[in-house]
């Protein structure tokens, strides 16, 4: 593997452009953390905690949780164990963080000079393609595994390949929510990708295209 030890990485798109998909991939092969904000709220509210009760009412409705709650939890996140490298230093792929100008801000504060982002990668796929990737997805309930019924299909209907566990729709998953979610990702999120462009690390990438292709893409880009 030839990514650097030292990468700090957010993944920035609209809901279903392949994040999820690629960050687990990457991470994997990179040996460095995964960080998906979403996972963690699901996994809140599968905890059936105070928090996830609060943030299940933003999600169903493909609204955003309010952005201290966040930032709170990516904090705390960010200095467990793993997101170190074996030098010492941070390494991380934030997928679904930051979303809002106020997030990508306390992120900015919150790293020092050394433990700077190193990329910002935007992946760019057409609107009208995004609603099918939503609604065909299924997640395992057990690995958390990524799915797709057509462009990704397990072998046996609503099992996992990987793991034999359970796949499940998600509930913001619904064409009403997956509505909500495209507007919010283009008024709150969108503007994130002049933010990094004024800062010189943003890097677009062409996330229509196979898995394997993007992913290759993105392995060059975060050389
Ligand atoms: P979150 O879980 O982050 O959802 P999202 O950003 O809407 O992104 P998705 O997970 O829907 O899409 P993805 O880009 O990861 O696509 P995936 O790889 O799964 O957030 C959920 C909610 O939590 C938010 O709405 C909000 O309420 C809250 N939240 C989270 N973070 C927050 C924050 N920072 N601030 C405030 N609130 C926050 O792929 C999608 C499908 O496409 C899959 O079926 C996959 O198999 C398929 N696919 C992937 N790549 C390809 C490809 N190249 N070709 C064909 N199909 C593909």
Redesign the pocket.
């Known amino acids: 593997m030839t990514l650097q030890l030292r990468t700090r990485c957010v993944?920035l798109?609209?809901?279903?452009?392949?994040?999820?998909?690629?960050?687990k991939r990457v991470a994997a092969e990179a040996g460095i953390a995964h960080i998906?904000?979403?996972?963690m709220?699901?996994e809140e509210v599968r905890s059936g905690s105070a928090l996830g009760a609060e943030?299940k009412t933003?999600?169903d409705a493909?609204?955003?949780?309010?952005?201290q709650l966040?930032i709170d939890m990516?904090k705390a996140r960010v200095e467990r164990p793993d997101c170190k490298a074996a030098d010492g230093s941070s390494a991380w792929i934030l997928?679904?963080?930051?979303?809002?100008l106020p997030?990508a801000e306390a992120l900015d504060q919150s790293l020092t000079g050394a433990d700077a982002l190193t990329h910002v990668i935007s992946?760019a796929v057409p609107e009208d393609v995004l609603m099918g990737?939503?609604t065909?997805?299924?997640?395992c309930s057990k690995c958390g595994a990524?799915?797709?019924i057509e462009?990704?299909p397990t072998k046996q209907d609503g099992v996992c390949d990987k793991c034999g566990g359970e796949l499940t729709q998600?509930s913001?998953?619904r064409p009403e929510a997956i509505g909500k979610?495209l507007e919010?990702?283009r008024s709150q999120t969108a503007p994130l990708l002049a933010y990094y462009g004024d800062r010189g690390v943003l890097r677009e990438i062409d996330?229509?295209?196979?898995?394997d292709?993007?992913f290759q893409e993105l392995l060059n880009a975060m050389q």
Do not use: C
């Open positions: 993944f798109g609209a809901p279903g452009a392949g994040k999820g998909t690629q960050a998906s904000t979403g996972d709220l699901r943030a933003y999600m493909g609204k955003l949780v309010p952005d966040i990516v997928d679904g963080f930051p979303r809002t997030q992946f990737r939503l065909g997805r299924r997640t990524i799915w797709h462009h990704n998600r913001d998953d979610r919010v990702y996330a229509n295209r196979s898995p292709v993007v």
